[in-house]
């Protein structure tokens, strides 16, 4: 299975997804610039964390705009899977392929710390891989990772199962503790805190790979 | 030319003094015009020149089986096997820091990765030293609490934008910082062997090419305002800060990875202090070669600026690179794909000078060599720093009633210099790149390569207490602790890099203190085999005429394999403590530096504590051996506050232990004197360990066990400690939010 990591300017994280996908899940990963109009025949996306155009204004309110993004929602419309973590997730919410928002963390400052997420659904291809309710430990990194929407959409978010992952101990003020959310369709994926720096013992957690075994697992071409 | 007329009050304001004015004259032939006067004046600054410190900077260590690069590059080089090597080297910010907190900061942080990745290395690792003034005194607090939140959220800004993560570090507090707090940034980044770039011009006809952000009028004269006291008038030099865009240094950095990869860049240097005028009259010393260049090609971020204003902006973010005459187009290529500015402005010349025009005119013209290379060298008067006798009715002293030792403890876990950092460090993205091992508040931040099994452990040390009683012993006291943190991870160090900072260097008491602890750096680094491969100095931290105490910080690298680290914690009960380099000894006159004498007697008297530096190796070696066997369930330098703060620090994690002594000395002495070369350790296997350390001829006596929830620590029948962990954990981990919130 074939993962593309998209690469803005000031993506940084990216590094750190392809060596998670590449070297601790043994699959193949490709770097996708940011002005690519196509994707080059990946099997799953990608947006990996960072400040794609510095997010001097709002964070991801650029990039939604950039040339790869239309790829991007393309591939997404076709039920192509897209991960997006951290600054991908505000991207991917920016540009309207998740619902809510991600504002500055309660405290207003910057927090790099792990925390612990609760597993709300399985059904979904970055989740099959666990265990029901499972709790998983990865660190997040953000200074505008408090997610909020309005109630509907959070009832409606719940009601569809499309919480993928709640934080046990809140750490930056999301609403209803929502640490990770997917689309209608289930094939997009918006999470703050970071799988790719929990992919082996030497990171202190391998729980990130869940994640990524999840995706492997639903969609891997020659997968049963 | 210009017409401003040069008059010795104009001299004077550049801070040139009259005889080295007379230098300028007799290099040029001529008198100076004015973008002259202002390109001497910040070369000769004592930022860039260290006219003060060079003289004794020479009698520094700075070579080493492992030294690729040593001091006078833009970063020491170190070989760390595999094809690899890693840049590193710290630099101070401190003026900036105090003027603007947040952007002083942040340029901090982005000028020292510049250094790193301008020798072609991608910056891995960052730490930063940071002093400030105590956040409760009485009239500075609410500004030392500003400038303390100002100062973290800038290196915030600027390293997590960047992508680097910031892995560790010190901070620390004492009324001498009120006026003139100390941010130290130390970086780090790793390279092949083969791809190192250096800051020299070569190749006579050679393009000169100008890359990154735009020439603005900010920071004209930092590099001034660095070599200078502060005044009640310094809060006007805020627009001498420069402002940091660390997106567009993120921009930059992979820029010139990938364009060095083309093969056409001959040198490179990034404009940092003195901007486009140390850029490019360095590299032309160090290349031998003179530079010539058209102001009119620089991108300017402002019309109608000056020769003067456009080569001492120190506008941030920009490079200057020397690439091969006809492969211009290679550059530009790789520039434009990150979209950002790349000019030809010029060219390498065969005559030696620094040749600026400005619509055609020549506007400068100075040998290069002379500009960057014959500063005024001074050997300033200095005298030896007293001895700080010890007060009477100090301690120990029966008529003084001492705290209880309990008591003592809780007030040490609680004191700004000992508690936990946390709400510092959890600010820094400290995990970006997945290479740390070991972060904050570990005793050495370790780094992994993932390219060659190789794992780079770092610490920043430096102690003022001990540098105001003895600014040799506290240097080599400095040198001995960051080598300990590095042995307590099981790492040997190889390398060192070191930020001075001191006062007035006119003043002979404060010039005697920077001689001393030179002396006393080079000692410990040649003995503990830690060649120092660059750094910076720091001269003129005083506001109205109060200096700073001696600080002088020393940052040690080390290697180790990779593999998963030895943390602190206590990881299980029923384990036996070892106080590796045993209990040591401790009088009067060693313990008035230590921080019970700080926190709980509010005194500062006497001698640090005493090193004994073959022994301090030993203990180190043993270390390693015992962290190579795997002998080590835990590992932790005993330093500030000694003892008992060391052991309830190995505690925090949730298992606790139960320590007995059959000790001679007071309490207070037992528990809390900070004499070096000791480090506590937790092992399954206590024989294995003492065979190691009896082997090294140091002691290693068992001192107590692991066991749950709580630290007890008696010395014969007396019990001196007794404390649930949560309790430690809440004061401990508490206690810099309240303070900050007070």
């Known amino acids: 299975m074939k993962f593309g990591v998209i690469v803005f300017p000031g993506s940084n994280c990216d590094h750190d997804a392809w060596f998670a996908v590449n070297r601790n899940l043994g699959h193949p990963a490709e770097y996708i610039w940011h002005d690519s109009p196509t994707l080059s025949g990946v099997d799953a996306v990608i947006l990996p964390g960072g400040f794609a155009y510095g997010d001097y204004l709002r964070c991801g309110a650029i990039a939604k705009f950039s040339p790869v993004m239309a790829a991007v929602r393309k591939f997404a419309a076709d039920g192509g899977p897209v991960l997006g973590i951290c600054n991908g997730f505000q991207i991917l919410v920016e540009a309207g392929l998740l619902p809510g928002a991600l504002i500055r963390n309660r405290n207003l400052k910057f927090i790099c710390r792990e925390v612990r997420l609760r597993t709300e659904t399985l059904d979904s291809p970055f989740t099959s891989a666990a265990e029901p309710g499972q709790i998983l430990r990865m660190p997040i990194a953000h200074g505008e990772g408090c997610y909020i929407a309005d109630e509907r959409t959070l009832d409606e978010l719940a009601a569809e199962d499309r919480v993928a992952f709640r934080y046990v101990e809140n750490p930056n003020g999301s609403m209803r503790d929502v640490a990770g959310i997917l689309n209608a369709r289930r094939n997009v994926l918006g999470l703050m805190p970071h799988p790719e720096r929990a992919t082996e013992p030497l990171m202190g957690s391998s729980d990130g790979l869940v994640v990524f075994r999840s995706l492997v697992m639903a969609f891997q071409p020659t997968a049963a | ?742």
């Not at chain 2, 094809?83 to 590193?88: K, P, S």
């Open chain 2, 1 to 742: 030319m210009s017409t401003v007329a040069i008059t010795p009050d104009l001299v004077a304001q550049h801070q040139l003094a009259e005889s080295e004015y007379r230098k300028i004259v007799s290099i040029l032939g001529r008198e100076p015009n004015y973008t002259e006067l202002g390109i001497f004046s910040v070369m000769w600054s004592e930022h860039c020149s260290y006219k003060s410190s060079r003289l004794h900077l020479k009698k520094l260590p700075t070579r080493g089986k492992l030294v690729v690069q040593g001091p006078g590059e833009n970063a020491g080089i170190v070989d760390v096997g595999g094809g690899y090597v890693i840049a590193f080297k710290i630099e101070s910010h401190n003026h900036p820091s105090f003027i603007e907190p947040f952007q002083g900061a942040a340029t901090g942080v982005g000028g020292i990765l510049r250094d790193i990745f301008t020798m072609g290395a991608r910056p891995i690792a960052v730490l930063d030293s940071l002093r400030f003034g105590p956040l409760n005194d009485a009239q500075a607090g609410p500004r030392n609490r500003r400038i303390l939140q100002g100062v973290v959220a800038g290196i915030a800004h600027y390293g997590n934008c960047f992508g680097v993560p910031t892995v560790g570090g010190e901070c620390v507090f004492e009324p001498c910082y009120n006026g003139n707090p100390l941010v130290n940034v130390f970086a780090l980044g790793v390279a092949k062997k083969d791809d190192i770039f250096y800051a020299r011009a070569a190749g006579i006809g050679n393009p000169v090419i100008y890359v990154g952000a735009k020439t603005g009028r900010d920071g004209i004269h930092g590099a001034s305002m660095a070599s200078a006291e502060f005044t009640e008038e310094s809060k006007q030099k805020r627009p001498n800060v420069q402002v940091g865009d660390p997106f567009l240094e993120k921009l930059l950095l992979e820029a010139c990875l990938e364009a060095m990869q083309t093969g056409a860049i001959v040198g490179i240097q990034d404009m940092g202090a003195a901007g486009l005028t140390c850029s490019t009259c360095e590299m032309g010393s160090r290349g031998g070669t003179g530079i010539e260049i058209e102001l009119d090609l620089v991108p300017q971020r402002e019309t109608g600026m000056t020769p003067y204003e456009i080569m001492l902006s120190e506008s941030q973010e920009r490079m200057l690179l020397v690439a091969a005459k006809g492969r211009e187009d290679e550059v530009f290529q790789v520039f434009r794909k990150w979209g950002l500015d790349a000019v030809t402005i010029g060219q390498v010349t065969a005559d030696g000078l620094l040749r600026v025009r400005q619509h055609g005119q020549v506007v400068a013209e100075i040998p290069n060599r002379e500009l960057a290379d014959e500063a005024p060298l001074y050997d300033r008067p200095h005298t030896e720093s007293p001895v700080r006798p010890c007060p009477e009715g100090t301690h120990p002293s029966p008529a003084r009633e001492l705290m209880p030792p309990q008591q003592a403890l809780l007030a040490l876990l609680a004191s700004g210099d000992i508690c936990s950092k946390r709400y510092i460090w959890e600010q820094y993205d400290y995990q970006v790149r997945t290479n740390t091992l070991a972060g904050p508040g570990a005793d050495a931040a370790i780094v992994r390569i993932k390219e060659n099994g190789v794992s780079i452990a770092m610490s920043l040390d430096g102690n003022s207490r001990y540098g105001y009683l003895s600014p040799r012993e506290g240097a080599m006291l400095a040198v001995a602790e960051s080598c300990r943190n590095l042995a307590a991870v099981g790492a040997l160090p190889v390398a060192a890099t070191n930020c001075l900072n001191f006062g007035n260097p006119e003043r002979p008491e404060i010039m005697g203190q920077l001689v001393a602890a030179i002396e006393g750096l080079g000692d410990a680094c040649r003995f503990f085999d830690t060649p120092i491969t660059g750094g910076n100095v720091s001269l003129y931290n005083e506001t109205l005429g109060e200096g700073i105490w001696p600080t002088p910080v020393i940052g040690i690298v080390g290697l180790m394999p990779t593999a998963a680290p030895v943390t602190m914690d206590f990881k299980a009960p029923g384990r036996s403590i070892i106080l590796l380099g045993g209990l040591g000894n401790c009088d009067e006159t060693r313990f008035g530096g230590t921080q019970y004498a700080k926190v709980i007697l509010k005194e500062l008297w006497g001698l640090p504590p005493a090193l004994d530096m073959d022994y301090e190796k030993r203990v180190h070696d043993a270390m390693r051996e015992i962290v190579a066997a795997g002998l080590a369930e835990s590992a932790h330098d005993l330093s500030d506050g000694g003892l008992a703060v060391a052991a309830a620090e190995c505690c925090l994690g949730g298992v606790g232990a139960a320590l007995h002594f059959e000790s001679d000395l007071s309490p207070e002495f037992l528990l809390f004197h900070e004499g070096p070369s000791r480090i506590l350790i937790s092992t399954a296997n206590p024989d294995g360990v003492a065979e190691i350390a009896a082997r090294h001829a140091v002691e290693a006596p068992r001192v107590g066990i692991t066991m749950n929830s709580a630290l007890a620590i008696r010395n014969r029948d007396a019990t001196l400690v007794i404390a649930k962990i949560d309790s430690l954990n809440a004061i401990y981990e508490g206690s810099l939010e309240n303070q900050l919130r007070s």
